[in-house]
């Protein structure tokens, strides 16, 4: 049911649904088209990560690829980096500029570094790209080999160090050995320090040549160190734009309207308590729609003479559908008293009213058209009559039953009563007993009285004239009452005891709507007799309703 409910809320409001993704999508293709053309180099990088030099210092521990890679892509983005490239390709921007059109993204499970330049012009893109992957590993190298140096120099002092201490120690060797002879020995002292000497001597001699040896060492590890970073693909001159994507922004601009579209008419729908369907009005008021009266034709001008109702072919046919709908409801309970209301105001009861007695009356049944609405009486202008006497008058006395019946010259079996002079007292007037009495009467002489009534929300009147009838109708205009409205004026007419048939959609804005569909009578262009609209779907409606707000 829900699902029902928001495609009939989408069908309602296809014109919003067509037109924001349309909309969005030619904002979406003006932007693309103003805005400037972003182009896109990229540089692919290797990055081998150095090893430890064991030989030089032995506890230092070796890096993993990520974590070089990583690095590596941090240090890419220094700003010193990013001024040296600006100065050497002398560009006409900033490090801060520059650095928010590079982006350095290291390769998942990989040792692969993607550096990639975005700029308005495509060899600038290329040669900042290139610029910026050689400056970049000429500084690694250059900090690299300043490390490297640094080691070297330090193991040379410590060379420097080992010599001259083997030096000195062995010419104290030399003076000792000097002052001994067969004649004379050395005292016990001094030949434990020449012992002790020429065995420190030994030692450092075995150090000194040592470190001599790893001087190979340090060369063989600065070549592995030199070359960490290697260019696998140098930056090319991109041949088209990758921003703006006009295709893509259009699609997705389309995409995004069609979504705002379809929850604004959901919405709308949401906030919009009127009836415009068959399904909200039983859904909402539980009554079963028995008549679909379209809106058509034009609005009748004030200074035109008045029309008479049931008169007119293009208003006939609906009409007869409501008069058989009416007619069957009531079959195994034959009602010949029906009271015609609505909701509020200027929903078209009184209309529907004179048409649905007139239609009765076309059925060849003495048909009684009986204006009780005091407040707003409407009848006596539908069928071109003066109001100076009426039912008000007929109640207070002041005239006989015969002098206010009137026969509709141009309606066969209609006639009618107007609701006369407005009284100061309408509900105490017709719930009386002498209006009691008055229906009876007029139900033993007429087949069918059509009593036309206030909308029940505004006065009490019409509650207390339905629950004196036979059935009543309730009518809807599409579109405009609201089924909170209609459903309390249904529970209020329920509470008295109203027999309500159900209701009378009035004023269907189209012919193709939901609700029925629509035949046109009468012979076409070519003179073939009758047709059927084909655009048309629903039930049966064939009838026409002005614009006006005719109560």
């Known amino acids: 049911m829900e699902l029902t409910r928001a495609l009939r809320a989408a069908r309602r409001r296809l014109w919003l649904v067509v037109a924001l993704p349309l909309l969005a999508g030619f904002a ?47 240090l890419m983005t220094q700003r010193s980096l990013l001024e040296k490239v600006v100065a050497d390709l002398r560009l006409p921007m900033t490090a801060d500029d520059l650095s928010r059109a590079v982006s350095v993204a290291p390769q998942s499970n990989s040792t692969l570094l993607r550096v990639t330049v975005r700029d308005t012009s495509p060899r600038r893109a290329r040669n900042v790209a290139n610029k910026l992957v050689d400056d970049f590993i000429a500084q690694t190298k250059q900090i690299q080999q300043t490390q490297v140096d640094q080691y070297a120099a330090r193991m040379q002092g410590q060379v420097q160090q080992l010599l001259r201490q083997i030096q000195g120690e062995q010419a104290r060797i030399d003076e000792l050995h000097a002052q001994s002879s067969a004649a004379h020995p050395l005292p016990p ?85 009127s009836v415009k369907t068959d399904a909200e009005l039983t859904e909402r008021t539980g009554m079963v729609p028995l008549a679909h009266i379209p809106l058509t034709g034009r609005r009748r001008r004030s200074q035109d003479a008045p029309g008479v109702p049931g008169t007119d072919p293009s208003v006939v046919e609906p009409y007869k559908t409501l008069r058989t709908n009416v007619l069957f409801s009531t079959l195994d309970h034959p009602r010949s008293t029906v009271v015609v209301t609505s909701a509020a105001p200027n929903e078209g009861k009184s209309v529907v009213s004179a048409n649905f007695a007139a239609a009765l009356a076309a059925d060849g049944h003495p048909t009684l058209l009986l204006d009780c609405d005091f407040r707003r009486p409407s009848q006596h202008r539908l069928f071109g009559r003066i109001r100076n006497v009426g039912l008000s008058d007929l109640m207070l006395g002041d005239v006989e039953e015969a002098e206010v019946l009137r026969p509709v010259d141009r309606v066969p079996n209609l006639w009618l009563i107007t609701s006369g002079r407005v009284p100061p007292n309408p509900t105490e007037l017709l719930g009386s007993e002498r209006m009691r009495e008055l229906l009876q009467r007029l139900e033993s002489r007429f087949a069918h009285v059509v009593i036309d009534t206030p909308p029940v929300n505004a006065v009490a009147d019409p509650l207390i004239v339905a629950s004196r009838s036979g059935a009543t109708l309730f009518v809807v205009e599409q579109g405009r009452t609201s089924w909170v409205a209609a459903r309390n004026a249904v529970e209020a007419l329920q509470r008295v ?36 609209d084909p655009a048309a779907s629903g039930a049966v409606v064939v009838a026409a309703n002005d614009g006006s707000r005719t109560r």
């Open 28 to 74: 979406a293709a003006a932007v693309s088209a103003a805005l400037p053309r972003v182009y896109e180099a990229q540089v692919g990088v290797l990055v081998r990560p150095a090893q430890p030099i064991s030989s030089l210092d032995p506890n230092a521990a070796a890096v993993t690829a990520d974590q070089v890679a990583v690095t590596y892509s941090q």
């Open 189 to 273: 002292s001094d030949q434990a320090q020449l012992t002790n000497l020429e065995q420190q001597v030994t030692v450092d001699r075995s150090q000194y040549f040592q470190i001599l040896g790893s001087e190979s060492d340090i060369e063989v590890n600065v070549a592995r160190t030199m070359d960490s970073v290697i260019v696998i693909s140098p930056a090319v001159t991109p041949d088209s734009p990758v921003s703006p994507k006009p295709l893509l922004d259009v699609a997705l601009a389309i995409a995004a309207g069609l979504v705002v579209a379809v929850g604004a008419a959901l919405l709308i729908d949401h906030l919009d308590q």
């Open 497 to 532: 005891g109203a027999h309500v048939l159900g209701a009378v959609v009035n004023k269907v804005m189209t012919p193709e709507s939901h609700y029925a569909y629509y035949y046109r009578y009468g012979p076409d262009g070519n003179g073939n007799g009758h047709r059927a």
